[in-house]
């Protein structure tokens, strides 16, 4: 079993910056995909961003690109979400994920487990 757990959402004014946190634990092992989402009130769950196990492949949706980043500390099985030049488009509700298909990495339906989920809100 995984267990994800995120922090660091808040609020925040337009064009500002955030960090989010996942710490795993349990059997991590055998991951392939470690995703962000996010959902919005009224809105559907989507994808924000996803990284390889490996740390050598990283995607993002065309509508964060260039503004979010992921890492990872291994050391500290954590994974981060670098938020920068934040708008109020970017208020949801965001979520980390495992899942075992990178190829589908894009998809809600191939990641297994999920956190609980972290509130970023945006003022403009």
């Known amino acids: 079993q995984v267990h994800l757990v995120e922090s660091g959402g808040g609020l925040v004014q337009d064009g500002g910056s955030l960090r989010l946190s996942c710490a795993a634990s349990?059997?991590?092992?055998?991951?392939?995909?470690m995703g962000w989402f996010r959902q919005a009130p009224g809105k559907e769950r989507e994808f924000v961003a996803a990284m390889s196990w490996d740390g050598l492949s990283t995607d993002y949706a065309d509508s964060v690109k260039d503004r979010f980043t992921m890492s990872r500390d291994d050391g500290k099985s954590t994974l981060y979400l670098q938020m920068s030049n934040l708008k109020p488009d970017d208020t949801a509700t965001y979520y980390c994920a495992l899942g075992a298909h990178w190829d589908d990495r894009s998809r809600i339906d191939r990641y297994d487990f999920w956190g609980q989920g972290t509130q970023v809100t945006v003022s403009s």
């Open positions: 349990g059997q991590t092992a055998g991951g392939f995909a």
